[in-house]
Nanobody, 121 residues
């Protein structure tokens, strides 16, 4: 089985920085896309960023230039560096990954449990 565990959330003042981590463990043959979504109170979950297996990145317009996604394939871990944080970045941040457990079967999508990021106004 595969698990994703996020860490690194917390309370940070406006303009501050946080680095989220997403560690994948279990039966992993390859990790394709890794990315992040977030959900603010009373709002739908929204896309934040992704990085594919080749290292190509994509960001939501709202975080472009402030957030940086990266991954360490040797550690099966993804990261989201968040700089210049704003109150509107307050949300639960969820990582996801498309993971294949072997060569035969296709990839499945896995989600972490979420980590809270709070930026007070």
């Amino acid at each position: 089985q595969v698990q994703l565990v996020e860490s690194g959330g917390g309370l940070v003042q406006p303009g501050g920085s946080l680095r989220l981590s997403c560690a994948a463990s279990g039966s992993i043959f390859s990790i394709n896309d890794m990315g992040w979504y977030r959900q603010a109170p009373g709002k739908e979950r929204e896309y934040v960023a992704l990085m594919d297996i080749g290292g190509t990145t994509n960001y939501a317009e709202s975080v472009k230039g402030r957030f940086t996604i990266s991954r360490d394939n040797a550690k099966n871990t993804g990261y989201l560096q968040m700089n210049s944080l704003r109150p509107e970045d307050t949300a639960i941040y969820y990582c996801y990954a498309s993971i294949a457990s072997d060569l035969v079967r296709g990839s499945n999508l896995y989600w972490g449990q979420g980590t809270q990021v709070t930026v007070p106004s």
